[in-house]
């Protein structure tokens, strides 16, 4: 068979501290039931039907691939502000050591499918979004449970646009350096831009579980935070070319 990329669309949500060693294995298994009836519950609302979805997990939290028949624009709108009344109703009767706080991506590519899964770049990226240094301080920093990173791809092919419900005066521009990846990618922190809750702090660089790194803060304007290095025409599908 003749090895041909397919295009998903890739959500992945981590727990926030999910393996910190007060937590019993009861209550780590109380906490994915919750988050799994959460995105359930979010799935359904947005209509997204199983058949074109593939969801594993990877540990501390759960990788969604979307068919091409899915509309990305679904994954922040209304995908989005279910997971965060989901996540709202699941904490107030949750106990503290069972609260959940995610990180989130949203991300989109063309990915290989082999005899053991599905690999790709795309995937990487999405990944080293999801646990960069700057993602984890943002959340750490919140008064909300949860914090969404989008790729540039994203950005650029969806949120500017303005589809549906979806506002890009709540993204924020930062820079993500881990590993093999040197990228822009863009931060919402749900209820810090808009609803007079606590401000988000401005952009920063950092490299992926960095806790050396001295945060650097800058106005949330492009491009005068971009590594000039880096040139401004090697965006291609959310990653440096």
């Given at each position: 068979?003749?090895?041909e990329?397919e295009?998903r669309g890739i959500?992945?949500?981590?727990?926030q501290?999910f393996?910190?060693?007060e937590r019993?294995?009861l209550?780590?298994?109380?906490?994915?039931?919750?988050l799994?009836?959460?995105?359930?519950n979010?799935?359904?609302?947005?209509e997204i039907?199983?058949?074109?979805?593939?969801q594993t997990?990877?540990?501390?939290g759960?990788?969604?691939l979307?068919?091409?028949?899915v509309s990305k624009a679904r994954?922040?709108?209304?995908?989005?502000?279910?997971?965060?009344s989901?996540?709202?109703r699941y904490?107030?009767?949750a106990p503290d050591a069972?609260?959940l706080r995610l990180?989130?991506?949203?991300?989109?590519?063309?990915?290989?499918?082999?005899?053991h899964?599905i690999?790709?770049?795309d995937?990487?990226?999405a990944?080293?979004l999801?646990d960069?240094e700057?993602v984890r301080?943002?959340?750490?920093r919140?008064a909300?449970d949860?914090?969404?990173?989008?790729?540039d791809?994203?950005?650029q092919?969806?949120?500017k646009?303005?589809?549906?419900?979806i506002?890009?005066?709540?993204?924020h521009?930062?820079?993500?350096t881990?590993k093999?990846?040197s990228?822009?990618?863009w931060?919402?922190v749900p209820?810090?831009?808009r609803q007079?809750?606590?401000?988000a702090?401005?952009?920063?660089?950092?490299t992926?579980?960095?806790?050396?790194s001295p945060l650097?803060?800058a106005?949330?304007?492009?491009p005068?935070?971009?590594?000039p290095a880096?040139p401004?025409h090697a965006y291609?599908?959310?990653?440096?070319?």
């Amino acid at each position: 068979m003749r090895a041909e990329p397919e295009h998903r669309g890739i959500l992945a949500l981590d727990i926030q501290g999910f393996g910190r060693l007060e937590r019993t294995n009861l209550v780590r298994a109380r906490m994915r039931t919750g988050l799994h009836r959460i995105l359930g519950n979010a799935m359904t609302a947005a209509e997204i039907v199983p058949e074109h979805v593939e969801q594993t997990e990877y540990g501390d939290g759960v990788l969604v691939l979307l068919g091409p028949q899915v509309s990305k624009a679904r994954l922040l709108h209304p995908v989005l502000p279910r997971l965060l009344s989901g996540l709202a109703r699941y904490n107030r009767t949750a106990p503290d050591a069972a609260r959940l706080r995610l990180r989130v991506v949203v991300h989109a590519g063309e990915l290989l499918r082999d005899a053991h899964g599905i690999t790709g770049e795309d995937l990487i990226l999405a990944f080293r979004l999801l646990d960069a240094e700057v993602v984890r301080v943002r959340l750490a920093r919140a008064a909300a449970d949860l914090v969404l990173v989008v790729s540039d791809a994203i950005y650029q092919g969806i949120v500017k646009h303005g589809y549906g419900r979806i506002d890009p005066a709540v993204f924020h521009p930062v820079w993500v350096t881990a590993k093999e990846v040197s990228t822009r990618a863009w931060l919402h922190v749900p209820g810090t831009d808009r609803q007079g809750m606590r401000p988000a702090p401005a952009p920063v660089a950092a490299t992926s579980r960095s806790r050396t790194s001295p945060l650097h803060t800058a106005t949330p304007t492009l491009p005068a935070w971009a590594p000039p290095a880096v040139p401004a025409h090697a965006y291609v599908q959310g990653r440096v070319q």
